[in-house]
């Protein structure tokens, strides 16, 4: 009786961990779910182009729909963009740098509803000015809602890590993550498609 070419044969470590990650990811896109991706820095920009190639996911850059919103809000009151990356470029503990704080905080509640009325599944990158401007409780905002909520999209955070951290954090800032299965990191396997080489 004839045997099935690699019946029997055991999956290497690089194999299955890159087919685990493959069906966390499957899983979080089907059941709309929350997930961070860590993935050493310099493969971040090799793991989007990936994700975006392999899965059916809007690709929204928080740094530039942030920006985006701010600048609106800035025009709007007649402040002056250049003002607003001076305060930027202020200390923390400066009037200016309060009242950029101010204006994040008018923007949040515009952007925090772009993202949960997004009609496909969501890969947000480029999240760092969430943790310069102490805005992480966005990501709280979209894990709970993928938990409470039917119609929201599911989100993938697409963040630069090394592989040294035991939890996900942003700029040395925990991430927002409750459960081990809302965040996982991106092996090296994974951006090389041993996992479908196999197949």
Known sequence: MSTAPGAGISASPEVEAASA??????????????LVLTVAPRHLLRAEAEI?????????????????????????????WHVVLKAD?????????????????????????ILLTVDQPVLLVYPGLLARYDQMQLLDTLRDACTQR???????????????????????KPIPVI?????????????????????
């Open 21 to 34: 990650l493959e069906a966390r990811r499957q899983q979080a896109i089907t059941a709309h779910r929350f």
């Open 89 to 113: 470029a202020a200390s923390p503990q400066s009037t200016d740098w309060r009242r950029l704080q101010m204006l994040v905080r008018q923007v949040m509640p515009a952007v925090t509803r």
């Open 179 to 199: 459960l081990a299965s809302e965040w996982a990191r991106i092996p090296e396997p994974w951006l090389a498609n041993v996992h479908r080489a196999q197949v």
């Open 52 to 80: 975006i190639q392999r899965f059916p996911v809007t690709r929204i850059s928080l740094e530039t729909l942030l920006i985006q919103e701010m600048k609106a809000i800035a025009a709007t009151a007649g402040a002056q």
């Open 150 to 172: 039917h119609d929201v999209p599911g989100y993938m955070v697409l963040v630069a890590s090394d592989a040294q951290r035991a939890m996900p954090v942003l700029d040395d």
